[in-house]
């Protein structure tokens, strides 16, 4: 079992929807919770942090955590052609300070 | 102001070649990191940088691949004798401190291919 796993998709959705990304993970030690988006080429960067149980929202996007069940989830409202992109999910121990990625969702937003 | 910067962007190179990887942190961050990205592993940490601490080397996957940190700042990852399974795209990354909340900024990486 990897220790964080994402559903590879792609993911596609029509211009204007909502799409929603999900991530699980193993390690119940885990505090820290990031989504990256990377487009094809370039290097990740960062949408939504989120470390407490609930929702957290900026802009469009819409990060959800449940430490009891180990997932951690992402919204993206209203989505737009420039959205399509490989979303990571990256988790984070207390202890020691090195991400720990899932395989990443690829979505397809289409016009 | 200016991100994480990596040289060189793109390196070709022979097996059983030696390689070295620049990275420059956004200046004042403290922490810095090596991950590297294939298309059959995704994502995966090699070793950080923490202030003037030892570092963590955990992820490194053998010891042909080392680092170092000069000044607390610039960064170099060697790999010695490359192999094919080597060639991936290096990030690096650097954040403020090292607190489970910091975000890591990631730098354009160096694509490595090893032929």
């Known amino acids: 079992q990897k220790e964080v796993e994402q559903n590879s998709g792609p993911l596609s959705v029509p211009e204007g929807a909502i799409a929603s990304l999900n991530c699980t993970y193993s390690?119940?030690?885990?505090?820290?919770f990031f989504w990256y988006r990377q487009y094809s080429g370039k290097s990740p960067e960062l949408i939504m942090s989120?470390?407490?149980?609930g929702d957290k929202e900026d802009g469009r996007f819409t990060a959800q955590l449940n430490k009891a069940s180990q997932y951690v989830s992402l919204l993206i409202r209203d989505s737009q052609p420039s959205d399509s992109a490989t979303y990571l999910c990256a988790v984070k121990r207390a202890a020691g300070n090195k991400l720990t990625f899932g395989g990443g969702t690829r979505v397809l937003v289409k016009p | 102001g200016a991100g994480v910067s990596q040289s060189p962007s793109n390196k070709v190179t022979e097996k059983g070649k030696d390689v070295e990887l620049r990275c420059d942190p956004i200046?004042?961050?403290?922490?810095l990191y090596w991950y590297r990205q294939s298309l059959g592993q995704g994502l995966e940490f090699l070793i950080y940088f923490q202030g003037n601490s030892a570092p963590d080397k955990s992820g490194l996957p053998s010891d042909r691949f080392s680092a170092e940190r000069t000044g607390g700042s610039v960064s170099t990852l060697t790999i010695q004798r490359t192999q094919q399974e080597d060639s991936a795209v290096y990030l690096c990354?650097?954040?403020?401190?090292?607190?489970?909340?910091?975000?890591?900024?990631f730098g354009p990486g160096t694509r490595l291919t090893v032929l």
């Open positions: 990354a650097s954040s403020f401190t090292w607190t489970p909340t910091d975000t890591q900024y």
């Open positions: 200046s004042g961050h403290t922490a």
């Open positions: 989120i470390y407490s149980n």
């Open positions: 390690d119940r030690g885990s505090q820290s």
